[in-house]
């Protein structure tokens, strides 16, 4: 075993040599082999260990074991302990999810304090074989039935061409102790029923089943590095960015493709939808209709659809300005200044007859029933109306401030000024107000 992972890894991750890496190690068989193999060639490795609380005395002797097998093999050991259930209670998840949460997060924050290059984990064969089975059985695309990657940014996985038997064979071989997770035998959870009472019977109808599966997934990996190089010229001709910097995919071009729905999934997978039936009749939808993901918001706006990332609730929704601001730098930035005349106005500055001003001046979003007294007209027009006439999109109009003094608005930041306010050449106290970029 230890020949075949050398060759594997001179093939497959020639780029570990000479590296800091560090070896996620619960205690359990794979990862004890994991250390025991990369340690007997002479990697320099370190170990992390979580200890999730989740089974009493028997997580403090995974603990006791892994700091054993650090200090008999004379390596760097971490360690850390958490609360797994509150954690899950508190985010609204399963235990498994916030386990998974809790250890790649603690991992990460190791990789940034003592410079790790890699992080290690020992999935294996089966484990990937199960992986494909869960995915299947809840539905996914093509991505999501290509394995675990062996491959994941920092994280890496070189166990996975191994089998669980042959990961066994060889602990009883070398004498190396493990734990044994008792919870592992229960059939409670979706992993365990499918390792425990599906795949042994597909191994009975193909006895090379991992060997089988393995191939499959290295068709289905070509397939898909066919699709993501599809995708990527398709990106180019369906998606560009507006001024606010928000992706507008091209709804003529997106008419033009052989199977827009399946176009739109691989192009917004990322993006945490579900409602791919509801994305697609998006497509055809009037304007203002919107598709949301649990992180982001998909709009139908004329000729595009438009992608948003769902604002954060604490995001400023109102700025005072009081009169002795000089410069404000969120949501927008913008600097205040006395004036001793007026120079040239434009879009970007205003010139403010002081007088007319009641501080703190308010910069706020805009809100149904505003209206403000345009220069050059009579009266006063709706914002909606001036949005409208502007042909401004939702987004447009979100991404619109408002320079108000008490409610009435002053400035339509960047867009137009109200006549009410304007300085003259007989104002005697001037401020300018300007869009610093």
Known sequence: MIQKLQHHIAHQFPFLKGKKLLIAISGGLDSVVLTQLFHSLHFNVSLAHCNFNLRDLESDKDEALVKNIGEKLNLETFTTSFNTNEYAS???????????????DWFQELVDKHQFDYVLTAHHADDNLETFLINLSRGTGLEGLTGIPAINNTIV?????????????????????????????????????????????????????LNSFQKTTAHLKGSQQIINDTIAH????????????VSKFDIFEIHKLSNPKAYLFELLKSYNFTEWNDIESLVSAQSGKQVFSKSHRLLKDRDFLLLTEIPSPTELSEILITKN??????????????????????ENTIFL???????????????????FYPIGMQGKKKLSKFFKDQKY??????NTWLLCSENQIVWIVGKRHDRRFIASKNSPNITKAHITH
């Open 90 to 104: 508190k985010n609204k998840t399963s235990t498994q999810v916030a386990a998974r949460e809790l250890r790649y």
């Open 157 to 209: 996985r070189p166990l996975l061409i191994f089998s669980r038997e042959e990961i066994e064979q060889f602990a009883k071989e070398n004498a190396i102790e493990w734990r044994e997770d008792q919870s592992n035998a229960s059939t409670k959870y979706v992993r365990n029923k499918i390792r425990h009472q599906i795949i042994p019977i597909l191994k009975e109808i193909n006895p090379t089943l």
């Open 234 to 245: 398709v990106k180019k001709k369906v998606i560009s960015a507006d001024k606010y910097g």
């Open 325 to 346: 601001t000089k410069e404000i730098f969120e949501p927008i930035r913008l600097t205040f200044e006395n004036a001793s005349e007026i120079q040239q106005q434009d």
């Open 353 to 371: 007859d002081t007088d007319t001003l009641t501080f703190p001046l308010i910069l706020r979003k805009w809100q149904e029933g505003d209206y």
């Open 393 to 398: 999109s939702l987004v447009d109009k979100e």
